[in-house]
C-alpha cells in the first residue's frame, strides 16, 4: 500500500513538474530577451540585428536588448552565446564569419557551431562585390583576368581582413579565374575603400553595402557581384557566374541563433515570429535601405549545413594558404 502511495504520489508530481515546464513555455517571454551581436556598433549586421530586436520586441511584447561583444574574429560573442543557459532569452545574430569561417583557418575554435547552437532560422544575405577605381581603363572582368595572366602577382586584390568573407571571396575568384594576384588584407571595409579610391589599392572584394554609396559619389566601378544571381541592389552588374566562372555563389549570410537544448516550444515560437518579422513588408523595405536581401529559411539539418560549407571553406583555405593572424 505505502508503495502504491509513493508512486502514485511521484507520478502527480512528476505531472506537475510537466505541467509547469509546459506553462513556463507557452507563457515565454516572461522577461527582457538579449540579441548579441558580435560586430561593432553602426555597422551594416548592427543595423540588421537592430531591425530584428526591435520587431522581436514588439512582437514578443517584451524588450530585446543588442549587445554588441565584437573581438576575435566574431568568436568571443560565438562563445558566450554557446554557453548561455538555453531557455530563449539569449539569441544570437551572426554570419558565416561565427559559423564555418573560424573552423576552416583555426586550429582551435572555442565552441562547436554545428553542434553547440539551436538554428532559429537565417535572414538574408549581404552580396560582395569586385570592384575597382573608377577610372580603371581595365572595365570587365575579362581583361582583369588576362592582364593578371599577363603579369602574375603585379596586380593587388585587397580585403577587409584576414580569414573575412572578403578575403575567401578573393581566393575564390582567384581560383577560378587561374590567376595569381597579391591579397592586401585591411582592417575593415573603410581603409581599403579609400585606399581604392586613392588608386593605391587596383582591386577590392567588399559587400555592395559599402560599395553602392560610393558608385553614386562616382568614386568606384563594380566588374561583378559573387551571388549566383543578380542583386536587386546593383541589377545591372553580372555575376561572377554568368561570366564563366561557375559554381562561384558566395555571400555573407545570416542567421538567428540561441544556445544548444532550447525548448522545441520556445524554438517553434521563435522561429515563427522570426519569419513573420522577415517577410513583413515593412521590415522588407527597412532591409532594402541598407542593402540586406531579406530571405528566412528554416533549417532541417543545421549541423549538416554547416559542417558542408565549413569543409568547403577549410578546402578554400587550405588551396590560397589562409590562416588565422
Sequence with gaps: MKSTALTVVLGLLGLMGGNSLALAEAAYPEKPLQL??????????????RIIGGELETRLGKPAVIMNRPGGGTTIAAKE????????YTLFFSSNSSFTLPAAVKESVPYDAAKDFEPIG??????????TYK??????????????????????????????????????????????????????????????????IQYHVDTVIAVKPQIEAGTVKV???????????????????????????????????????????????????????????????RFSKVGFEPGFMRYSDWEGAIGKETAEMKEIAQRAGIKEE
Excluded at 548579441?36 to 540585428?49: H, K, L, N, Q, R
Excluded at 552565446?81 to 530563449?88: E, K, L, N, S, W
Excluded at 595569381?180 to 575603400?193: N, Q
Excluded at 546593383?234 to 545570416?254: C, K, M, N, Q, R
Design 36 to 49: 548579441i551581436v558580435p560586430f561593432p556598433p553602426g555597422g551594416a549586421s548592427d543595423v540588421v540585428a
Design 81 to 88: 552565446v554557446a554557453r548561455a543557459a538555453p531557455d530563449g
Design 122 to 131: 537565417q535572414t538574408g544575405k549581404i552580396t560582395l562585390a569586385l570592384v
Design 135 to 200: 577610372d580603371n581603363p581595365i572595365t570587365d572582368v575579362a581583361a582583369l583576368v588576362a592582364e593578371a595572366k599577363a603579369n602574375p602577382d603585379k596586380l593587388s586584390l585587397a580585403s577587409f581582413g584576414v580569414a573575412t568573407v572578403s578575403h575567401f571571396a578573393g581566393e575564390l575568384f582567384k581560383s577560378a579565374a587561374g590567376v595569381k594576384m597579391v591579397h592586401l588584407p585591411y582592417k575593415g571595409s573603410a581603409p581599403a575603400m579609400n585606399d581604392l579610391i586613392g588608386k593605391h
Design 223 to 285: 566588374l561583378a557581384v559573387f551571388s549566383g544571381k543578380r542583386t536587386p541592389y546593383l541589377p545591372d552588374v553580372p555575376t561572377l557566374a554568368e561570366l564563366g566562372y561557375t559554381g562561384i555563389d558566395f555571400s555573407s549570410w545570416g542567421a538567428v541563433v540561441a544556445p544548444k537544448g532550447l525548448p522545441p516550444a520556445v524554438r517553434d515560437k521563435l522561429t515563427v515570429t522570426l519569419e513573420e518579422i522577415i517577410k513583413s513588408p515593412s521590415v522588407v523595405d
